[in-house]
């Protein structure tokens, strides 16, 4: 469905995404689209404050800017002169698929000539034109195939994020990473998941179990762990458990996490924003995916695989013998001849 976006030409265009940073990552295939149909103009993305790390790692916009925390004044003020001063917008596009008071009092703020967005039911006097509202079940690349369509654009579904040279640099400079790699060797970075969010957590002593038989089925396989903010000590007690020696990389900023993620060659673990991080950055993913995940969040693409649980909405039904039957046919794909 192409909708009209008149017959002036479009030269300024604003999208904005108030979501999670994964939500942000998964958009990168329109934000691509976008880029290529409107070659000349300048494209804006503003974000919520969660997803503001990763601007700098998007080719496809000409400058970000993010919705600041509550009483964080300097970054408010910072959005509001760049809406109110920055001239009319030709095309706002608001990527929320759910309704959100903030974006729709942005788009408004916004001026925009042609305002457009997913129908939700809500603020119907801001969008002048408006898409079908996605189905619960409906994959978000299907999602935003359809607001490729939308604006007259076309691509393919391919998530896709650039790492910074300054980050690259870093990560480089880990000391997990200055050594060259032995004959053989098969990095794998896991991640065990957002511990906050215990229906995609799958136990940790059953990843534990998994990274053991790993090591023991691929005696080339180097395990690295990733930590977010609370997450160290529960993936050091993971890496404890394992036979060999494993390192715990925590406290990096986005970038680096990309930078290390483009050294290793395979992404193990719960199902968050790293694993669309992973995707963007072309690095394969094999995760631990409920019905809603797999239905809705899945990576596209043969080199992300992963075990399905038979509950919709948690993992904890899956052992670790039908975990590692899953591994054990990704590997088979993914990992090189040697």
């Known amino acids: 469905m192409r909708v009209d976006l008149g017959p002036e030409p479009i030269a300024r265009v604003t999208c904005l995404y108030v979501g999670r940073l994964g939500d942000v990552i998964v958009a990168t295939p329109f934000l691509r689209a976008l880029r290529r149909r409107f070659a000349r103009a300048r494209v804006r993305l503003i974000v919520g404050a969660r997803a503001a790390e990763v ?44 309704f959100s008071k903030t974006s729709t009092l942005l788009a408004r703020a916004s001026r925009a000539r042609v305002r457009l967005s997913f129908d939700k039911g809500r603020g119907p006097a801001v969008f002048n034109r408006v898409l ?19 604006i007259g654009a076309s691509g393919g579904p391919d998530l896709e994020l650039r790492v910074p040279d300054a980050d690259q640099n870093r990560a480089d400079a880990l000391p997990e990473f200055r050594a060259p790699r032995a004959p053989g060797e098969f990095r794998v970075l896991v991640h065990p998941g957002n511990l906050g969010r215990r229906p995609s957590l799958w136990p940790l002593e059953r990843l534990a179990a998994l990274c053991r038989r790993l090591e023991e089925a691929q005696p080339g396989a180097r395990l690295f762990f990733l930590a977010g ?8 007690a993971v890496a404890a458990a394992l036979a060999r020696p494993a390192p715990v990389l925590s406290g990096l900023p986005l970038g680096v996490v ?21 995707a963007a950055l072309g690095t394969p993913t094999f995760g631990f995916y409920e019905g809603y995940t797999q239905t809705v969040w899945r990576p596209r693409g043969a080199s992300h695989g992963g075990f399905v649980a038979p509950d919709w909405d948690h993992v904890q039904a899956m052992g670790v013998d039908e975990a590692w039957t899953a591994l054990r046919e990704h590997l088979a794909r993914i990992m090189p001849v040697r």
């Not at 509202?133 to 607001?147: G, K, N, T």
């Not at 993620?261 to 992404?267: E, F, K, S, T, Y």
């Open 229 to 236: 903010p609370g997450e160290a000590a529960a993936a050091r």
């Open 55 to 98: 601007l700098p790692l998007i080719p496809f916009i000409d400058a970000g800017l993010y919705l600041g925390r509550a009483g964080d004044v300097g970054a408010h003020l910072s959005l509001a002169r760049a809406l109110a001063f920055g001239g009319r917008e030709d095309l706002l596009i608001d990527l929320n698929s759910a």
């Open 132 to 150: 079908p509202a996605p189905d619960e079940r409906e994959h978000v690349s299907d999602r935003f195939a359809r607001l490729i369509e939308a």
């Open 258 to 278: 990309g930078g290390a993620l483009r050294r290793v060659d395979l992404l193990l673990g719960g199902v968050t924003s790293t694993t669309h991080l992973a």
